[in-house]
């Protein structure tokens, strides 16, 4: 009965103890899962708010985005007229410019070309010229010759007479007018290549010089072509550099337009924010205090019918301990005792 008392008092301290501990896990657990419902909530509802906010500063952006548009349109169709017009009057200067300059270098190649053209002929014309004198000499030269062998020819014939009694002073004399006619023709040969030479060192120092010339004037041009080419780039430059900067001013202004639009446009749309914040933070502060209300009431009747049933079950459970124990001194009771019948029926026996 003692041990019977003891085993029921602890069985009672164990149920106060594993009552508590349940209470306080199912009190942790339900603490862990309001404060996860309301942390869904309320990040559900900022999502709500977000989008919402979002779906209307999109709206408000998309309509100021194409209101922006077609005063940036317009005002770069302006823009683009005027440079259009600028270009159309650069690109006339620029075209006419380069006219003239391809109409100078082609008049300036045409005189060249003439100039090259004319001292060809007249180079033509002096060859013909020495060579028909040349070719007159050569003629002249070839008449005397035969001339002088007719003539000498002639006295061989009148000699003929006296070749017998004059044949060695004849074959002396012979010799002599052949060495002679000999010296004449290498005289008068030296003193054509002489001639010939000396021409054409003045054919050659003529052509040289007027060679000179026509690159020291072809140089003169050239550098006057140069320097009007640089001139004209100076010009097209600085029209350029001055479309430039004024390209980049113009891109600086409607920079510094979009920031301040942006920048104000960012300005309401953080009041906008803050002043929906506070209603939206309002709204959360109401709709807890309503519902952690509604959440307690129902925690209280969740503990009560918890209680319950929790108080049925320890009553089933332990009723079942109960029996299972009572069934189980009663199956060691009667091992016990036949057991100890066994031993005395034994010991009898053995006895």
């Known amino acids: ?103 100078q270098a082609m008049r300036l190649s045409a005189i060249i070309i003439q100039r090259y053209y004319r001292s060809c002929i007249l180079q033509r014309q002096d060859r013909e010229k020495f060579l028909k004198a040349r070719h007159s000499v050569i003629i002249l030269q070839a008449a005397f010759r035969g001339h002088r062998v007719r003539s000498r020819l002639a006295k061989m014939h009148r000699a003929a007479t006296v070749v017998q009694a004059n044949f060695k002073r004849h074959n002396q004399q012979s010799a002599f007018r052949k060495q002679r006619w000999a010296a004449c023709v290498l ?38 072509i140069i320097k009007q080419r640089l001139h004209a780039a100076c010009v097209v430059q ?47 502060t109401i709709q807890a205090a309503y519902r952690g209300w509604k959440v307690r009431t129902e925690v209280a009747r969740w503990h009560h019918a918890a209680t319950v049933i929790q108080s049925a079950f320890r009553k089933h459970r332990e009723g079942v301990k109960f029996q299972a124990m009572r069934l189980s001194a009663i199956i060691i009771q009667r091992y016990y005792r036949s057991c100890i019948l066994q031993r005395q029926e034994r010991g009898a026996f053995l006895n």
């Open 238 to 284: 600085r029209a350029y550099r001055c479309f430039f900067e004024r390209k980049q001013y113009v891109k600086l202004k409607f920079s510094v337009l979009a920031i301040q639009r942006k920048y104000r446009a960012s300005v309401a749309a953080k009041a906008q924010r803050m002043q929906s914040v506070e209603m939206r933070n309002a709204s959360i």
């Open 187 to 224: 005289q008068q040969r030296f003193r054509a290549q002489r001639r010939r030479n000396a021409d054409v060192k003045h054919y050659q120092e003529v052509r040289k010089a007027v060679i000179v010339l026509q690159a020291a004037f072809r140089g003169l041009k050239s550098r006057r």
């Open 1 to 103: 009965m003692k041990s019977r008392q003891l085993v029921k008092r602890r069985h009672q301290a164990a149920i106060v103890i594993q009552r508590a501990y349940r209470a306080h896990c199912e009190h942790q657990q339900y603490q862990t899962l309001t404060s996860s419902v309301l942390t869904i909530q309320r990040r559900y509802r900022a999502t709500v708010a977000a989008k919402e906010q979002m779906q209307q500063y999109q709206r408000m952006r998309s309509a100021a985005v194409v209101i922006q548009a077609a005063c940036r349109g317009n005002q770069v169709r302006t823009e683009v007229a005027r440079w259009h017009q600028a270009a159309t009057v650069i690109q006339s200067s620029f075209r006419k410019h380069r006219q003239e300059v391809k109409f």
